[in-house]
Structures are given as structure tokens and as C-alpha cells.
């Protein structure tokens, strides 16, 4: 595996007095592709035009056509261009290319994470974060031309980088129901034969918790939150209409006995006029309509307590005679 970082651009990768010539245009299909310095060579690249200022070079032995930031998709089929076939886009890098929500500190983590079959062992070079795992027929796929593992073998591998809310959060997103990337059934049966120990009791815990409908990380944190503190019999994304059946809103989390509902509201409620003045006017809509919304923010998130003492009493004020 070694061999696989060092071989391929020979002497001619390393050269310093190559004469940089980057008139000579690039044959068509290397043009919007990232391509190894073999590749290159073999389409007739000179050591010089490989060399030249209008090519990146995001791993040793590659190029990029192009001076833009590369964004995670071209960063990743550069490196696959000398990855062996066996090798796969693993934990938080699958999970950014699948579009999983992730915590900032594995969002920004700029390593692409890489693994192969194991025993073999663990791929290393610059910028690679390398793995061995134990993979079934089925962890392994091919999306966006790149492979990867898939999307409940993904968030299995995530279950010990993450708390409790957050896997829960990843795993509604895949399981979204308007744009689902898998079903309940993979995500159960990835668990039951994920080799790891490490992350078992947090996948139990989130597989009871994951929903379709929710809509949003922090919906999904928030959800998680207020059940894990007891309110059990919390429904995301709930339409309510009024009495002659006239749809009045949908709420992102609600107690429909107490008529409670809970709102996470985001920055971009405050930064966007149009959606600001909406949710005053759905707002009012509700609350004519007998509901108590409570309006939830960033700060709750991270420390909830004064956000669980006001929704008890709110909903012990409104089952009391």
C-alpha cells in the first residue's frame, strides 16, 4: 500500500528544471476532470506543461485543471485517481458527500478519510486520514462517481464521532421522506452487522429515535432533547388546520393534547424580512386559534434547561381543570 502514495510520477514529479509551457492546451478529457501525472503523461503531457500554473495539485501525483478552491467532490476524484480499486470514502468524509449534517469540528476537518477492506492496511499520505474496516457485501457503493461507503454503513461509522442528538439528527436526514437515501430497515440491519463495538449502545439509542419528518438538525436535536427529558409524546412537523379544516401552519414540534407547539427558530428568521414577517402572521394564526408556540434558538440548544422548565410548565398549565 505503501508503494501506491510514492509510485507513479517517478523522477519526472520531482523534477525542479522543467520548462513550464502552459500554452499547450489539455486534451478535451482531462480538461474538467482531475487526472494523475501518469495519466497526464500517457495523453502526452510534457513534464513541463504538467508542472504548469494552470493545474493544482490537491495530492501527490495528481492535477486539477483550474486556480478555483476545489470544492469536496473534486477533492476526492483527485485522490481516487491513485486509490486501488479496493479502496473507499469513509465516516465523515462519505458522510459530507452523502450531505449528512456533521458537528463543525468533523465538517471542518479538511483530511479526506479513507479506507480499505480490512486486513489490508490503512492508506497514508498528506491531507488522507487512513482506515482499515471490516466491510459486508452491501457497506461499499459507487455515487457521484466516487466509492464510498453507502448511507447506513455511513452513519453506523459515525455513531462514536457523535453524540446521541446529533446521530439522531443524521439519521433523519437520510431517512427524509421526501428525498430519502435510505429506509428504517437498512439502518436496523447495518446495525445489526456493523463490526465495531465502539458507538453499539448510541446506534440502539438513535435507532429509536430517528423520524422521516423531521425537516431540519436542529428540529432533530431539539426532538431529541425534550424526549430524552421525558416528553415522549412530542410530533414533528404537525399540520394543524382550524375547525372548517382551513390550513393554518405546520409547527416543528407539537403536543397536540395541550395544543403546545415548540419552534426552533434559526438566524435566517431574523435575516430574511419575508420569512420573518411570515412566521409572525402563522404565529398569530395558531395562537387564535387556542395553541401556545414556544420559540426556541441556538442558546436553548446548548443549554436546555430553561427551555424544558418552560415547556413542563406550559404543558402543566394546560392539562390542569
Not at 476526492?76 to 479496493?86: G, H, N, S
Not at 427524509?176 to 446495525?191: D, K
Amino acid at each position: 500500500m505503501r508503494a501506491l502514495w510514492r509510485a507513479g510520477a517517478g523522477s519526472a514529479e520531482r523534477g525542479h528544471h522543467a520548462r513550464v509551457n502552459p500554452v499547450v492546451p489539455l486534451p478535451p478529457h482531462l480538461r474538467a476532470t482531475a487526472f494523475s501525472y501518469r495519466e497526464g503523461s500517457e495523453a502526452g503531457l510534457g513534464q513541463g506543461r504538467l508542472r504548469g500554473p494552470d493545474l493544482q495539485r490537491p495530492f501527490w501525483g495528481t492535477r486539477h485543471a483550474g486556480t478555483g478552491n476545489l470544492t469536496l467532490q473534486e477533492r476526492c476524484r483527485a485522490l481516487q485517481t491513485r486509490l486501488p480499486d479496493a479502496a473507499f470514502f469513509c465516516g465523515p468524509t462519505a458522510a459530507a458527500l452523502l450531505g449528512m449534517p456533521l458537528p463543525p469540528r468533523l465538517s471542518g476537518d479538511p483530511r479526506l478519510h479513507v479506507a480499505v477492506p480490512a486486513p489490508a492496511r490503512a492508506p497514508h499520505a498528506d491531507g488522507v486520514a487512513g482506515h482499515k474496516l471490516g466491510i459486508g457485501q452491501d457497506d461499499v457503493t459507487t455515487r457521484l462517481g466516487l466509492r464510498m461507503t453507502g448511507a447506513a454503513r455511513t452513519w453506523c461509522d459515525l455513531a462514536p464521532l457523535l453524540t446521541v442528538p446529533n446521530l439522531v439528527a443524521a439519521g433523519d436526514y437520510l431517512l427524509y421522506r421526501r428525498a430519502p437515501l435510505c429506509n428504517r430497515q437498512q439502518l436496523v440491519a447495518a446495525v445489526r452487522r456493523h463490526p465495531g463495538r465502539r458507538g453499539r449502545p448510541a446506534l440502539r439509542l438513535a435507532l429509536d429515535l430517528v423520524d422521516d419528518r423531521s425537516e431540519s438538525p436542529a428540529e432533530s436535536v431539539l426532538r431529541v432533547i425534550l424526549i430524552e427529558a421525558g416528553f415522549t409524546d412530542v410530533v414533528p412537523n404537525h399540520v394543524v388546520r382550524d375547525r372548517s379544516g382551513r390550513f393554518l401552519g405546520r409547527v416543528d414540534l407539537a403536543f397536540l393534547e395541550a395544543r403546545v407547539a415548540v419552534e426552533y427558530e434559526g438566524d435566517y428568521h431574523r435575516t430574511e424580512p419575508d420569512r420573518w414577517r411570515k412566521d409572525m402572521a402563522r404565529v398569530r394564526r395558531l395562537e387564535a386559534e387556542g395553541w401556545l408556540v414556544l420559540r426556541v434558538n441556538a442558546d436553548d440548544l446548548r443549554d436546555p434547561t430553561q427551555l424544558l422548565l418552560q415547556v413542563g410548565r406550559a404543558l402543566a398549565r394546560r392539562s390542569s381543570p
